[in-house]
């Protein structure tokens, strides 16, 4: 795969310790660092979770409270279900974002192009009012169903009613079932070993 980051292959150390690279999703907060992790250390899970390719995605709602979007970089969405359509995704129990979340009656998986890593970036750093630096200041977005933000240049897009949320460890488990989809014919972005990547040849 073509890497399009900071660091090129060549530079990486063979093992790099995922969490002291500024893309890390399973990064841990400041001093925080090297709790163990049911008897596993947590640099070596984070290490080997890094291992698994995944795409990326912004996952959106709307604030029921403020009527304000929220929206995070995401990569744990999977396929949970066809019949009945399900698919799934986690959030972290302190993100500011899980309120929102749990009282949004909907939200959208946007499914990122590999053009829109800047987005990506933008949307796995914190809320910000200063100007210029929102999360939706960027990139072309229309309210979908329950006006969750639909991002326009994705390679794809599930539209989904809430089903359930369960507790999963330090994250909270989302479940949608899908009621409108988008797929369109553009490469995905891929992330892997804390970097964005393109995709590559098939096998
Ligand atoms: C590639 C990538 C994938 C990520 N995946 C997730 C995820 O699945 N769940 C999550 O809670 N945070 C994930 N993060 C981290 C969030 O994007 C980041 O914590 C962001 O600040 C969350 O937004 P918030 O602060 O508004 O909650 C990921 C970050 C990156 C770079």
Redesign the pocket.
């Given at each position: 795969m073509g890497v399009i980051d900071d660091f090129s292959y060549i530079q990486r150390p063979k093992v790099p310790r995922l969490s002291s690279i500024p893309?890390?999703?399973?990064a841990a907060p400041k001093g925080r660092d090297d709790a163990p992790a049911g008897g596993l250390a947590t640099p070596a899970l984070r290490s080997a979770l890094g291992r698994f390719a995944?795409g990326?995605?912004i996952?959106t709602c709307v604030d029921a409270a403020s009527g304000r979007r929220?929206?995070?970089?995401?990569?744990?969405?999977s396929a949970l279900s066809l019949e009945p359509p399900l698919v799934l995704?986690?959030?972290?129990r302190s993100?500011?974002?899980?309120a929102p979340f749990e009282a949004a009656s909907h939200f959208a998986v946007n499914v990122l192009a590999e053009t829109q890593v800047e987005l990506?970036?933008r949307?796995?750093?914190?809320?910000s009012d200063a100007p210029g630096f929102g999360?939706f200041d960027e990139g072309l977005w229309s309210a979908g169903l329950g006006g969750a933000p639909v991002l326009a240049g994705c390679a794809a897009v599930f539209e989904c009613v809430r089903q359930a949320v369960h507790d999963g460890g330090d994250?909270r488990l989302f479940i949608g079932r899908v009621l409108r989809l988008a797929d369109l014919a553009i490469a995905p972005l891929v992330?892997q070993g804390g970097h964005?990547h393109m995709l590559g040849e098939v096998l």
């Open positions: 893309d890390d999703p399973l995944t990326v995605t996952v929220v929206g995070l970089t995401a990569n744990s969405f995704w986690s959030l972290r993100s500011p974002s899980l990506s970036r949307f796995a750093r914190p809320p999360k994250h992330f964005y």
